[in-house]
């Protein structure tokens, strides 16, 4: 497996500037708002093996220290450009935050559709670009955490690479 990060490139609704830490640039999404970032429009890695799966992580993280057990509901829209033609689709996930939640210890998220993967198999074709948007819809009712999460500007992308061994005969 292979990982590349998808660097976010620009909020939307009331995203503020924060960091995870002192230098991991992220967007604070409060409760009973649905804001997050887009990521910046990328073609797809020269290496990668379309017939293969591949997984979207986030790093998440509360602004400030939280007692309880809580969720928070995720967003992921995804919109392909292939040959002169854009394919979009998206999902939304609930996600388990740990108990008593501190500043220090931020979580990663498998972004998926409940399938363990966030693209299957032969999602992709070899000239396809790839465009997202990430965010927290903190005026869901089952996004119960109290308060301000925050949504590290990039995803981490895993994939398997294209087997690269040359064979002669």
């Not at 998808?6 to 924060?18: H, K, N, P, Q």
């Not at 797809?44 to 400030?64: G, M, Q, V």
């Not at 363990?116 to 819809?137: C, E, K, Y």
Request: proline share 8%; hydrophobic share 45%.
């Amino acid at each position: 497996m292979t990982s590349s990060p998808v660097f976010g490139s620009r909020g939307f609704g009331i995203a503020t500037l924060a960091a995870i830490g002192s230098t991991i640039d992220a967007r604070g999404v409060a409760l009973n708002t649905d804001a997050g970032f887009y990521m910046l429009p990328r073609p797809l890695p020269k290496n990668i093996d379309p017939s293969r799966p591949s997984y979207l992580t986030a790093l998440l993280a509360p602004a400030t220290n939280a007692v309880g057990t809580y969720t928070a509901v995720l967003q992921l829209l995804v919109t392909l450009y292939r040959a002169n033609t854009l394919l979009e689709s998206s999902f939304t996930q609930t996600v388990q935050l740990p108990t008593n939640w501190l500043t220090t210890t931020p979580v990663t998220a498998l972004l998926d559709d409940g399938s363990g993967v966030t693209f299957p198999a032969a999602t992709f074709h070899p000239d396809d670009w790839l465009g997202l948007r990430f965010m927290r819809l903190g005026s869901q009712i089952l996004d119960t955490f109290p308060a301000t999460i925050l949504l590290a500007m990039a995803l981490d992308w895993t994939y398997s690479p294209r087997c690269q061994l040359i064979c002669c005969p």
